[in-house]
């Protein structure tokens, strides 16, 4: 336990030994508890290698009180939650495109209409957001990256990135509530 505060302390120095030192010997076990609640150990590998990715990245500002092994465990196990509720509502969408894409099959010559309409009033919007924010939404809506595959490419960290979706997302429910089902899909 004293080592692994003192593995920390180095690697608050920026001690890249120190840093890969404790990456080898927690990401195994880690991998295996995020396991646990992802069931999915391609997903669980990525939970874990984000957290030693944003624990490098911020170092500095690196606070452990007593426990490593309890930070990193009940980091992990957030991390595993977040990354759980993200397939949620990922699916949760995917099934209303796919509910709506029926839908639209038989869809009246009305219905057709209001899509469209809305569809010109979403791009509409999107040129009206800051270039970055635009980004974020286009990449994860159309593109189907995850917030952890957004944030590197944009030089950003993921908590900009939630934060941009939460404001697009906010903004394309003000601007197209007047759609009847657009709530659905924002």
């Known amino acids: 336990m004293l ?3 003192l593995l920390v302390k180095r690697i608050k120095d920026n001690d890249i030994e120190a840093f890969e030192k404790l990456f080898r010997l927690y990401y195994a076990p880690l991998c295996r508890y995020a396991d646990s ?3 999915d150990m391609p997903a669980s590998e990525e939970v874990v290698q984000d957290l030693f990715y944003v624990v490098w990245k911020e ?3 690196l ?3 007593i426990s490593v092994k309890s ?3 009940r980091a992990v196990q957030n991390r595993a ?3 759980l509720k993200h397939v949620q509502v990922k699916e949760a969408f995917q099934e209303t495109m796919r509910d709506y894409d029926l839908e639209t099959d038989s869809a009246t010559p009305e219905t057709e209409l209001e899509y469209k ?3 010109k009033q979403l791009l509409v919007t999107l040129q009206r957001l800051p270039e970055r924010q635009r980004r974020v939404f286009c990449m994860n809506r159309f593109d189907g990256k995850t917030y952890n595959e957004i944030a590197p490419e944009l030089s950003v ?3 900009t990135v939630e934060a941009d979706m939460t404001k697009v997302l906010s903004i394309l429910r003000k601007e197209l509530k007047h759609f009847s089902n657009s709530n659905a899909y924002f």
């Open 71 to 73: 930070y990193l465990y």
């Open 81 to 83: 939650f977040h990354y």
């Open 37 to 39: 609640f992802v069931n």
């Open 157 to 159: 960290s993921i908590k």
């Open 59 to 61: 170092r500095a500002q």
């Open 63 to 65: 606070s452990i009180g």
């Open 117 to 119: 309409e809305l569809e």
């Open 3 to 5: 080592d692994d505060l």
